[in-house]
């Protein structure tokens, strides 16, 4: 399975972006957005449920009200819309699917076991 995350670049505090994340295959995962700012440690953005049943998502405190997760299953896509960034926004961002046997509610980078690449977001002061 491979991800291709897209959709990074330089914005000014208070702009928008809207990451993609088209996967190879059609997946009933679930698929988080996680990133990793200079000098810290790779963190949980957002992620959203599988193709079936009701959509679940969740968000982490910092970025409620103004990140949304959405999912298209007819493009293998899932998007991450931000608004309102600021510049504790600016890292990479990643991509990755949960595995199957993780707890819905997991937050937890090793419940993920395929990733993309990275796409880098730079938000200006």
């Known amino acids: 399975v491979q991800l291709q995350a897209s959709g990074g670049g330089l914005v000014q505090a208070g702009g928008s972006l809207r990451l993609s994340c088209t996967t190879s295959v059609r997946t009933a995962s679930f698929i988080g957005w996680f990133r990793q700012a200079p000098g810290k440690e790779r963190e949980f953005v957002a992620h959203?449920?599988?193709?079936?049943?009701?959509?679940?998502?969740d968000y982490v405190d910092s970025v409620k009200g103004r990140f949304t997760i959405s999912r298209d299953n007819d493009k293998n896509t899932v998007y991450l819309q931000m608004n309102s960034l600021n510049p504790d926004d600016t890292a990479v961002y990643y991509c990755a699917i949960k595995r199957p046997s993780a707890a819905r509610s997991s937050r937890d980078i090793r419940d993920y076991n395929y990733w993309g690449q990275g796409t880098l977001v730079t938000v200006s002061s």
């Open positions: 959203i449920s599988g193709i079936s049943g009701s959509t679940y998502t």
